[in-house]
């Protein structure tokens, strides 16, 4: 066994995972790859947004197939026991296994980064097979060639993490990366030796693999190929399985089946079935807590790298995002790797890219409130978003003045909402109600699980925020154009939308709290807001 050639590592990482009290067995992907691995010189990249299990799956691949470590403990008990093909690749495979997120002591350079990987399995090489007489300064590929002419025909299995990862770092250039390409390509494309390259990493190929370098390689996208959709990310089956091995092992649980929904949901594989954030909800059970986990392990102003070149250009689409909307984008599958991303579409395809943004039917969304509190952060954060900057900071006075009913402050930061010509205060659309509503509550959010009621029915909106804790004061809102806020109270009288409020919350809080009937009159006349708050009885 050496660092990389046969590793033992891959098969520790992967029992442990095993192990744990909310493991999912995803081990019948295995059977996508037994064809490959026996046809030869096959090739395959599976791209995901971070924190979607691709390095779980590359340990998976190389324990099960790897002869280094006997694996027949762990996978004899896994799903992938009962498949024909089990015991003809089960540990039969010499596996080459290279995480490329690694890096040296005091990296600096490519030069560095690319010795070490090359350095280290020369020396594998060396060890493993010595009659092939490979010398330390031979290319890795001359090498492979070495071992394959003077070991009868020996094939490997290349198992590559992140191979992307070296993109992201601040000393490599433009001509860096395509040293990076070259190398990956000398090393696999048209080599008897390979087997089966098994690739992943969250950027697809195609954006940095100019002329065929490396159009060996069958790419697996979750925006763009159904195959593999399965294997990553958690399904609703497969979530309803967990959360029930959760309500068995907690004494006193803390979330809800509903809970990790909201929070973790919303992306979609290209067949249309619902995908959550496997590592997010993993946290989530381990810790009792919904909470930000997924998104927590970069900064906020990770998503604002993306937009910052074209603020402008998109403002007002996220505008509508962050309140709910979905806004049409042709998502190409860019990647931010460079500071060029200027047009709204190589800016939200990008986003989808890295997870951000779900992809669905032509359209883009934020889509879950793991990501949606990045996003609300951010536009507390950044002046250069302009109106949507400022109404959310207004967002947390605006809150405070509903909740004391003062209208005059209310109609205070509408007015001043309106006077930013704000594009989307134009009132013409639903949606476009639905986005101001959503910027001057902004803060609420914190407080408050908002939703947007009956999109189909009379009035132009109709919001319930429905509280967190018991004790606050529940909201229902109703803005009507060219009526005044006591027609718009009205409305929510009428709508008896007050027992439907109670209703949801019956089941999930023992509400003692008001509610409070909240009615925005704006006249297009005039171009004034009056506001009406009302404490609804019985």
């Known amino acids: 066994m050496g660092i990389f050639l046969n590793s033992a590592a891959p098969y520790s990482l992967y029992e442990s995972e095993?192990?744990?009290?909310?493991?999912?067995?995803?081990?019948?992907?295995?059977?996508?790859?037994?064809?490959?691995?026996?046809?030869?010189?096959?090739?395959?990249?599976?791209?995901?947004?971070?924190?979607?299990?691709?390095?779980?799956?590359?340990?998976?691949?190389?324990?099960?197939?790897?002869?280094?470590?006997?694996?027949?403990?762990?996978?004899?008990?896994?799903?992938?026991?009962?498949?024909?093909?089990?015991?003809?690749?089960?540990?039969?495979?010499?596996?080459?296994?290279?995480?490329?997120?690694?890096?040296?002591?005091?990296?600096?350079?490519?030069?560095?980064?690319?010795e070490r990987i090359e350095r280290i399995l020369i020396q594998d090489l060396m060890e493993a097979y010595p009659k092939a007489d490979i010398q330390e300064e031979d290319a890795v590929w001359d090498s492979l060639d070495l071992v394959y002419e003077r070991y009868g025909c020996q094939r490997f299995i290349f198992v590559f993490d992140e191979w992307d990862c070296i993109?992201?770092?601040?000393?490599?250039?433009?001509?860096?990366?395509?040293?990076?390409?070259?190398?990956?390509?000398?090393?696999?494309?048209?080599?008897?030796?390979?087997?089966?390259?098994?690739?992943?990493?969250?950027?697809?190929?195609?954006?940095?693999?100019?002329?065929?370098?490396?159009?060996?390689?069958?790419?697996?996208?979750?925006?763009?190929?159904?195959?593999?959709?399965?294997?990553?990310?958690?399904?609703?089956?497969?979530?309803?399985?967990?959360?029930?091995?959760?309500?068995?092992?907690?004494?006193?649980?803390?979330?809800?089946?509903?809970?990790?929904?909201?929070?973790?949901?919303?992306?979609?594989?290209?067949?249309?079935?619902?995908?959550?954030?496997?590592?997010?909800?993993?946290?989530?059970?381990?810790?009792?807590?919904?909470?930000?986990?997924?998104?927590?392990?970069?900064?906020?102003?990770?998503?604002?790298?993306?937009i910052e070149k074209n603020v402008a250009g998109v403002r007002n689409d996220l505008a509508l995002m962050v309140s709910g909307e979905s806004v049409e984008a042709k998502v190409q599958e860019y990647a931010a790797t460079s500071m060029?991303?200027?047009?709204?579409?190589?800016?939200?395809?990008?986003?989808?890219?890295?997870g951000f943004l779900s992809s669905e039917e032509g359209k883009v969304r934020i889509p879950?409130?793991?990501?949606?509190?990045?996003?609300?952060?951010?536009?507390?954060?950044?002046?250069?978003?302009?109106?949507?900057?400022?109404?959310?900071?207004?967002s947390k006075r605006m809150l405070e003045a509903t909740l004391h009913g003062d209208t005059q402050v209310m109609e205070q930061i509408l007015e001043y909402a309106h006077n930013t010509e704000t594009p989307l205060l134009s009132y013409n659309h639903e949606i476009e109600l639905s986005a101001i509503v959503n910027l001057v509550y902004l803060s609420a959010r914190d407080q408050y699980r908002v939703e947007r009621e009956d999109k189909a029915g009379k009035g132009y909106v109709d919001f319930i925020f429905y509280p967190i804790r018991e004790s606050d004061d529940a909201i229902i809102l109703e803005l009507k154009v060219d009526h005044t806020p006591d027609e718009a109270i009205a409305q929510i009288k009428e709508k008896e939308y007050a027992l439907r409020l109670k209703e949801k919350m019956a089941a999930k809080i023992h509400h003692t709290g008001r509610i409070l009937a909240v009615g925005i009159g704006y006249d297009k006349g005039t171009k004034k807001h009056r506001c009406k708050v009302e404490e609804l009885k019985g």
């Open 167 to 306: 993109f992201h770092k601040d000393f490599i250039t433009d001509e860096d990366k395509k040293k990076y390409i070259s190398f990956l390509s000398s090393l696999l494309k048209d080599k008897a030796y390979v087997l089966l390259s098994y690739m992943t990493g969250i950027l697809p190929i195609a954006k940095y693999s100019s002329g065929s370098e490396l159009n060996m390689f069958a790419e697996y996208t979750m925006v763009s190929e159904e195959k593999f959709s399965d294997a990553f990310g958690f399904t609703e089956t497969e979530v309803d399985m967990l959360y029930a091995r959760f309500l068995k092992n907690t004494g006193k649980p803390l979330l809800s089946r509903s809970g990790l929904k909201e929070w973790y949901d919303g992306y979609h594989a290209k067949g249309g079935e619902r995908i959550y954030n496997p590592r997010s909800v993993v946290m989530a059970l381990t810790n009792n807590n919904l909470g930000n986990y997924w998104t927590s392990s970069g900064p906020y102003d990770e998503i604002y790298y993306y």
């Open 340 to 354: 060029e991303l200027t047009t709204r579409e190589e800016i939200f395809s990008a986003m989808v890219v890295y």
């Open 18 to 114: 095993v192990k744990k009290p909310y493991f999912v067995d995803k081990s019948l992907m295995l059977e996508e790859l037994f064809l490959p691995a026996e046809t030869g010189n096959s090739h395959i990249c599976i791209t995901r947004p971070r924190r979607f299990g691709k390095t779980v799956m590359a340990n998976m691949v190389s324990a099960f197939f790897s002869r280094g470590v006997d694996s027949t403990e762990i996978f004899s008990k896994l799903k992938i026991a009962e498949s024909t093909g089990y015991k003809k690749h089960l540990n039969t495979h010499d596996v080459i296994r290279i995480d490329f997120s690694r890096m040296p002591r005091n990296c600096n350079s490519y030069d560095k980064y690319i």
């Open 368 to 394: 879950n409130r793991e990501l949606m509190e990045r996003f609300d952060e951010m536009l507390q954060k950044e002046p250069s978003l302009g109106y949507m900057y400022r109404l959310a900071r207004e």
